[in-house]
Nanobody, 123 residues
């Protein structure tokens, strides 16, 4: 099993940057595909980015492509999401997730979830 804890959220002005982290427990973090999802008020949770265990496969939602960068440090059991050029529409609770299969953009294919961290972008 994997336990996930997100951090790094906060309040930032439009155009600013934040870096989210997701600390994972367990010795097999390096074997999991990892993803970031987000949920805005009144909306469904949506895919943001995903990265394979080897970093050889990386996917982004079109809405964040070119602004967000997903990365992972398997030695530190940590997943990151660097968010630049933030927009008010990026405001949401951001969740990291893990799955044992290949890289996926599909929410219900992920097995483990963190509790989320709030990101608020003011205009």
């Amino acid at each position: 099993q994997v336990q996930l804890v997100e951090s790094g959220g906060g309040l930032v002005q439009a155009g600013g940057s934040l870096r989210l982290s997701c600390a994972a427990s367990g010795r097999t973090f390096s074997m999991y595909t990892m993803g970031w999802f987000r949920q805005a008020p009144g909306k469904e949770r949506e895919f943001v980015a995903a990265i394979s265990w080897s970093r050889g496969s990386i996917y982004y939602a079109d809405s964040v492509k070119g602004r967000f960068t997903i990365s992972r440090d398997n030695a530190k059991n940590t997943l990151y999401l660097q968010m630049n050029s933030l927009k008010p529409e990026d405001t949401a609770v951001y969740y990291c997730a893990a799955r044992g299969g290949v890289t996926s953009t599909v929410l219900n294919e992920y097995d483990y979830w963190g509790q989320g961290t709030q990101v608020t972008v003011s205009s």
